[in-house]
């Protein structure tokens, strides 16, 4: 009998041992299982929380206090994270942590507006713990969203500007030898004194050199185009086109200008930079009621956005204006080529793309930042030429002759040009691959080779260039293109680059300084 009692006492005990044991197990595990918990919470970026089956904070991580103003612990999750009691944001809180706690993780989107007006995007997300406990994650994704958005809209942009430029190459060939052979006819002694072809001859140069004006916009867009740089002091360059921006504006329409630097430089291309500020003006028109004002601002950027990838000095050069505005939508793809809310036929929508693709090249940028109903300002971020660093431009220097090889696969082209030259006294030959204009150099030993960019084989105009100066060390280089995507390249190599299509007149005033003066030969 007192055997059996020993027994159970022993059992019971034992039983009573192993309960203790697992108690302060299962006590440990929780702890632990706390402890990490809190540990995650804490260290999570945004706001991060624990909340029970009651939707009341358990943990929470020092984030929550800009919402709550204080400890949230114990507090309903919807007032702890200050959301307004019928605002959506309950709603999808709730949602969220009714979802959770049925053991399903969710996901959720909050427009948050703040005080000064501007819209928030928030990400709310919810996991299921065990006992019964959720865990909550709110983060912001304003910044993250927009990034994400800029980098795809300046792909979009890249691969548009590509194309627009792939095309206008073409044509601006095309365009080039039409417009060549109408201007050679022009001068022809037949079409001279006959009125009628000579009318329909002037009829067709017109028509095509407005083509080329529209390839030129195309080419502007994908970056493409040569450009005129010399040093440019902006306080003249403003004050020298605000008669033709107050003509864009009409009359009852106001401009001012704020340039506190006078005498701040850039190095850019002037005529470029005149034809932004008029592009400008003429959307800001559009926007502006009868009285409407436009202000052309210029101020030093003391911080540079890191987005940019800009590094060094520069100047942001504003246009505001107090018009209609644009929506977000619009903001967003304004900058787009070809990206218009005007009729068909009033805009191309190429006006912001051609001013964006301009500051790119210039080694800046362009902003944009529009308020339905307040007005709109877009800004050229431009580089500030400091004179002292710059090397001395150098003037042209002359060759001793007046012999020229002019290499082009086009070869239409190629002899348009060479006649062009011959009509002036100039000795000039061609050649249609880069293989052939390397024999002439040789042979012939000019004193200009005039190239085009792209061949259409494995040397392009660059290589060209390199073998002929190797051949000819004092060859004067000048290149023509209509297209290239190794712009800056050419300008470092050649001695002047001309956009095609360019007129003789074009030709003759990069060419000759070059050459020796025809009295001298
Ligand atoms: N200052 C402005 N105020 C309000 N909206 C503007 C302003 N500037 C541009 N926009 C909007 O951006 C769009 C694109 O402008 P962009 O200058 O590129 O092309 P466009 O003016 O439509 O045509 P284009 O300039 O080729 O004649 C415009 O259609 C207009 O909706
Ligand atoms: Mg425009």
Redesign the pocket.
Known sequence: MTAVVVVIVVWALSLAVIARLVRQRSLQEKKRRETLMRALVETSSGVALVFDAKRRVVIANDDIRRHSGGSATGRPVVKALGVADDSVAVKVLDDVMAAVLAGDSSAAELPDEEDDGSMRILEIEGRPLEGGQGFLHVSDATERRERAMRSAQSERMEALGALAGGLAHDFNNLLFVTLGNLQLMATNDVVINDEKLSKFVSRSVAAVERGAEITKSLLAVARSQPLEESAVTLADLVKGILPLVRQALGAGRTVSVDIPDQSVQLMLDAGRLSSCIL??A???R??MGPNGSLTIAAHRVDELDPSWGLTGSFIRLSIA?D????SDE?VAR??EPF????KPG??????????YAFARQTGGTATLT?RLGA??T?SLVLPIHDPSDAEAASAPRRRAGRRVVVADDEQSLAELVASWLIDVGVDARFATSPKSALDLVEEFAPDVLVSDANFGEEIDGIELAKLAKAIQPDLAVIFMTGYSSSMRTLQELGERTLAKPFSRDDLYGALMPYLAEASDV
């Open positions: 592009n400008l003429f959307n800001a559009d926007a204006d018009g209609s505005g644009m619009v304004a900058f990206f218009t809310t005007k009033s805009g191309t929508g190429l006006g912001l793309a051609t001013v529009s007005g709109t877009v």
